[in-house]
């Protein structure tokens, strides 16, 4: 596993991810996913490494994706549950970290409710001048980028199952449907659609997805943003739909009338799908509302959908991220 | 350790469970229990393998058991903890395992309140075409196979130790006392020991064991099924007894009027343990409410209780079913 | 990695471990600390061993720094959650260790709320004549001997890394602040640092600090034990200052004001420090609540601060503790 040129001990953010450091990933990913369709299964490249699950925010699909990864990769783990701990005692977030460091974690899987948590924990182990890798497994709003990757990884191998690259995403048009407001997984998504050249349409209520977007991208991009309202104008000869998650209580929130009302409008359908490409596909971070976010049938549908593409390359995704901050530290 | 025979990919109830694969489980459960009390302990049988451990009901022993089972065959696990899951976020059950299944899990061990939880998730992943096995860790009063076959193989090696077999077990009496109607652990014992030619004795009160469970035995099996609303007659020159564990809301639903009544009636004493055969053993699944389905000083004596023979019984017995299971797929 | 001489089956309190016992701990602990601190971190000692996690009082911190001692030995883990447990079923705290024990557990690591626990339970395991080691990691106000004891290793490599012993603590000044009335760890280091003749200074509200605590030592100690209810004579010239976790319950129970009033007259500061050697350390078995026992900068400050050393050291001493009793049952 060659791992010429990757220099970042961290992964938080997506934001300024350059399209060497992609390819890497996806490169990296691929040879994984090579060796978890073999019969092996398993590579000893983090043996006696400790990777510490520290999510704050619960989460048992994420949490089990990097545990099995990390397994994958011979590494120990520790988890942290939230529940059961010293926060409840008082016990700052930096310093429930810093005990897992001096514990001898190499690498921090973070999850938090807060955006930037992840990214402080990490400013303070490098201010320590500590070797000790984060990788940001979801904070608040901000970013989640290793599903993002995952996403990216899950289409690009559809383009090119041996040569997963960038490229292949340039000229495409990708929909992003739903609360854009509050995912975290549609804002890393828009950092490395954009860097590969897509073009990339959001759509959802102006409740949910505020004009400000707009002022995400810089000129310097190469893939361009665009905002739309309604559902249609997005889905228009688009190659890939992103559908997120709708949490219900944005409901209470007054942000949306109703789940049904919702589904009405913004729901992907096998009608609304014929606006796309014909072999266009669709994408959920999981886990799906049943016929909210996306019909019954069709997310079934493997003709269309790659929901469980995404879980399986997340597995891959994750091995190749451990693999590359952490064989390095 | 051979595996001629086997062809069940999922074990989800013993109703059609036959002779010769009772035979092969506790032949596997043997070789096992040879290795378990050697040095080693670990067989590197399902290496690479992923078990995912999907307890919607918690439980710490059974979860714990296979746990065990599942590392001293060098399996990965994942568990899947209900409480801090996307369950709670809307997903279908059906959709929490088929991402497991995209994770890469080979074999689902599923725990659910609701009978046909697991027969459900295995019917669907045949449907897919996919080669993962389960196996019902107990779906509701329904049925709890590992935990009758390692009942199973608790007798028979008291019986033959180095070779444990079906057909030991004939013509022996076996009295099961307590609530037959909400266990199924009873379930499942029923139909190992009938399969095996023992004659059956249920014993309880009347609302903890209506008529119909007579009905549940056709001509066709080797074993005979008795019932009686009394425990004298199902104890008298028993060779085993089966005692069951006590819910207390039992009483609350008024279907018991008391622990302190339904011990003085039901309850394993060793007064009434002198209706049965001198070499009388007794089992529970635990875990066990001391002074009422048994008498305190009875549970611990090893001269009559196996109780935690069987214990030590589940891991073998469980390293043998996830191996049939799993080593095939 | 030499065993001369080791005879204890459990851990369960200090007070009657002798010098020579410390020091086998002492030198095993700095065996692992040496392994750990290489590139392969992991041996073989407790290879097909198991390690079960007994934690009936939830505890993140310490559960995981048993956890990765236990996989740096190979050892397998089970982990007993008590929310979800049998417990909450009925079933008694020995019949949980029973099971564990027929399951296969060599090593019990057991904390519980209340005190004796833990050698209840190693008291029955003797009694059935198993080879079971019981590990008390805390239980009620008794005792905590694996933290005293990375307390002790953390301290005597300070003054020798590569010999820590016994002997090294002899004659050195040490203030032990703070709660030491609910302490269990205050008590298992009273145990251990008059064993090594060092001269301790319990300082601390008169509420919190019973005159009683004078009798816990009898002459036939090496070490003196006082006891002030300020906290300036305990500092005056203390080599070490051993800060306690002060519950926030205690307020409400009245047994003191207020926080910040405790941290006037209580708190290790700046200031306070200069009281003590030039050369003093302070240690806290965490978490800290930061500008309460300890002001918050004085607890970042490396010069001063010891507190990631314990949890790194904590690592290698369960090691050896873990090591020394499991490996000759």
């Known amino acids: 596993m060659a791992k010429t040129n990757w220099s970042r001990r961290h992964i938080l953010s997506l934001v300024d991810?350059?399209?060497?450091?992609?390819?890497?990933?996806?490169?990296?990913?691929?040879?994984?996913?090579?060796?978890?369709?073999?019969?092996?299964?398993?590579?000893p490249a983090l043996q006696g490494k400790v990777v510490a699950n520290l999510f704050f925010e619960p989460s048992t699909r994420t949490r089990s994706s990097f545990e099995l990864a990390a397994k994958r990769l011979s590494a120990d783990i520790l988890n942290f549950s939230p529940g059961t701990s010293s926060l409840t005692k008082g016990e700052t977030i930096l310093d429930t970290a810093k005990t897992y460091l001096a514990m001898g974690a190499d690498i921090m899987v973070i999850r938090h409710k807060q955006a930037g948590v992840p990214q402080a924990i990490a400013t303070e182990m490098d201010l320590k001048k500590t070797k000790v890798s984060v990788l940001n497994a979801g904070d608040g709003q901000h970013e989640h980028p290793s599903q993002a990757l995952l996403d990216l990884y899950t289409i690009c191998t559809l383009l090119d199952r041996d040569r997963p690259r960038l490229e292949l995403l340039e000229g495409k048009k990708i929909a992003i449907v739903g609360d854009i407001l509050h995912s975290r997984v549609a804002r890393s998504n828009i950092w490395s659609l954009t860097e590969a050249g897509a073009e990339v349409h959001?759509?959802?209520?102006?409740?949910?997805?505020?004009k400000m977007f707009l002022d995400l991208?810089?000129?310097?991009?190469?893939?361009?943003?665009?905002?739309?309202?309604?559902?249609?104008?997005?889905l228009r000869a688009a190659d890939f739909v992103?559908?997120?998650?709708?949490?219900?209580?944005?409901?209470?929130?007054?942000?949306?009338?109703?789940?049904?009302?919702?589904?009405?409008?913004?729901g992907i359908t096998r009608d609304r799908l014929k606006l796309c490409q014909p072999h266009v596909k669709i994408l959920h971070p999981g886990p799906v509302n049943r016929g909210v976010e996306i019909s019954s049938d069709l997310m079934d549908d493997p003709e269309f959908s790659l929901i469980s593409q995404q879980v399986t390359s997340g597995v891959a995704v994750r091995m190749a991220l451990l693999y590359l901050i952490g064989s390095s530290n």
Do not use: C
């Open 217 to 234: 991208i810089k000129n310097d991009r190469k893939g361009k943003l665009l905002l739309h309202w309604e559902v249609e104008p997005a």
């Open 202 to 210: 959001l759509a959802g209520p102006p409740t949910l997805l505020p």
């Open 17 to 43: 991810l350059i399209s060497n450091e992609y390819d890497i990933i996806l490169q990296t990913a691929a040879s994984f996913r090579e060796i978890l369709s073999g019969r092996t299964k398993k590579v």
């Open 242 to 266: 992103m559908t997120l998650r709708l949490q219900k209580e944005r409901m209470s929130q007054h942000l949306l009338p109703s789940l049904r009302e919702y589904h009405q409008y913004y």
